[in-house]
């Protein structure tokens, strides 16, 4: 019995308590992609054979170290769906990034921009799980020494490794390497940065690429991500919101500390003793906005937040909001009846919200199948998009009290056998070596969404006006985070079709132009 599989249990059930309580609001952010749900039904493929079901495990030997091939290999996993595929048709790649990819099958299908590709296409599907997240592992363990195998560059090495070598399990499955066949590659988020660095840093291996809502430029002081979510959020929410987050830095500059006393207790969070974890706290109700999308209306918990702020005796606020008297009492009632717990379930608010005690398990835990952990050292290694305060003089619904060193600081007490004072990652290295905003690579389609809170890492950021152009295309429809990825986001709201459909006729146009080389 291979390590793997003596430790599922094991890990089964330590993951579901890490991910009871996650006190950096930096991990509540992370940008993984929607998932939407597996069909159950039976498969055939174009000539009418029964085919496995989707969730059908695979397994391929990658490298564990791509610089040093001598140490062998691992097992990664991967799903694949061949319904569509007729000889010369693509293979379709996609990885999930940074999460356990069980559960994302649903992007082999028809649901998704994967599958509407190889529908047109006569494509064929696959999902390959990210290093060092769900049960592709490297190692047993998710300790620092570990964890150093985990870079762009491997995971980079990896995707073109298994494009290169692998032998899918569909009839003729090892005669569609690249030159033999033509290789699309797919992300969304995390995974559609990598499609562009991927595209950036091996050129000859995926023939062409669709990266939504792709945060290719690394940015440490990452507090654009509320920029999206101030413009678009009900405006007398934004309104009141902006007055709280005032006054508490107001306080906190005036070290008002029998005011900011009382402003914890308000919201039920009087023990937590420092005040940068009370202003994170904060956050938690502005990340849930990045749970949205178009198809998503009244009882989220996003405007269930905002109503409790703003519609008082059946009245609705006026843009300007009920002011901050209102908005301190309102907002606090809703952490106090609502929102506490479910953010918090019956742990106190020092051990639920704190980040200052370096031995609770959210530290120590070195399980694998713990994606917060492996998406904390790609952050403080190499990406930073630390989800901060902005700058004075910009409009703030995020306390300027968090600044990069909040986060940076929990980068010792998660890997202190790697940093021993706090670590500022390496994002122009990162930007230089995949270019970042700068890439100019053939045909490469990037599809983003004006409501999106990672629009600002993205080819789309205000102000960047990058040019849209038919090698490399950039769209922009009223989405939120990868909505374009889903078929059905596309049906309940126009503009995402028109990206959608723009995506397609890309796509059949240079698929067109391919020729084998092998």
């Excluded at 391929?60 to 061949?82: E, V």
Aim: contains cysteine; charged residues 15%; glycine residues 8%.
């Amino acid at each position: 019995m291979s390590w793997l599989t003596k430790s599922l249990v094991a890990t089964l059930v330590s993951v579901s308590l890490v991910d009871a309580a996650i006190p950096s609001s930096m991990l509540r952010g992370r940008p993984t992609l929607p998932k939407i749900s597996v069909p159950q039904r039976q498969l055939m493929s174009a000539d009418g054979t029964a085919l496995p079901n989707i969730t059908t495990v695979y397994y391929f030997d990658q490298l564990i170290d791509h610089t040093n091939p001598s140490l062998g290999t691992f097992q990664q996993r991967y799903w694949m769906d061949w319904e569509f595929y007729e000889a010369g048709g693509p293979i379709i790649l996609m990885t999930p990034g940074e999460t356990d990819a069980d559960g994302y099958e649903g992007y082999l299908t028809n649901g998704t921009v994967n599958g509407m590709i190889a529908q047109q296409q006569n494509g064929a599907t696959v999902l390959i799980e990210h290093r060092f997240f769900g049960y592709s592992n490297p190692y047993d363990n998710l300790t620092s020494q570990s964890l150093e195998l985990l870079t762009i560059q491997q995971a980079i090495d990896d995707l073109t490794y298994f494009a290169e070598t692998a032998d899918l399990p569909m009839p003729g499955g090892d005669q569609v390497k690249p030159g033999q066949a033509p290789w699309i590659l797919i992300g969304g988020s995390y995974s559609g940065a990598l499609t562009s660095w991927t595209m950036v840093n091996k050129p000859d291996v995926f023939y062409a690429g669709y990266a939504s809502s792709a945060v290719v430029e690394a940015i440490t002081d990452y507090w654009g991500y509320f920029t999206p979510i101030r413009e678009y959020m009900p405006q007398n929410c934004s309104s009141d919101v902006e007055a709280v987050i005032a006054y508490l830095d107001q306080i906190y500059a005036e070290n008002d500390t029998t005011a900011i006393q009382a402003m914890k207790d308000n919201f039920g969070l009087g023990d937590v003793t420092h005040i940068d974890d009370f202003a994170s706290a904060l956050q938690y109700n502005l990340f849930d906005w990045q749970d949205l999308q178009p198809d998503v209306g009244p009882g989220a918990m996003f405007f269930d937040f905002c109503d409790a702020l703003e519609v008082k005796d059946g009245v609705n606020a006026p843009a300007t909001g009920w002011g901050l008297e209102n908005a301190l009492y309102s907002w606090g009632n809703f952490w106090n009846t609502t929102y506490y717990a479910y953010v918090c379930g019956d742990e106190d608010a020092e051990t639920c919200l704190g980040t200052y005690n370096a031995s609770q398990a959210y530290y120590t835990d070195v399980t694998i199948n713990n994606a917060d952990r492996s998406w904390f050292w790609m952050v403080c290694n190499q990406v930073g998009y630390y989800q901060v305060g902005p700058p004075e003089g910009q409009p703030a619904i995020v306390s300027r009290i968090l600044q990069p060193i909040y986060e940076e600081r929990q980068c010792v007490d998660m890997f202190p056998q790697k940093f021993t004072t706090p670590p500022t990652p390496t994002v122009t290295q990162t930007d230089t070596m995949y270019e970042g905003w700068n890439v100019e690579v053939d045909r490469l389609f990037f599809a983003n969404g004006l409501r999106d809170p990672w629009r600002e890492a993205t080819v789309s950021a205000d102000g960047l006006n990058k040019a849209n152009t038919t090698t490399q295309p950039i769209y922009e429809g009223d989405g939120f985070h990868c909505s374009d990825l889903l078929t059905e986001n596309g049906i309940v709201d126009e503009t995402i079709m028109t990206v959608q459909m723009a995506g397609l006729e890309y796509m059949k146009t240079w698929l067109a132009e391919w020729s084998p080389s092998a």
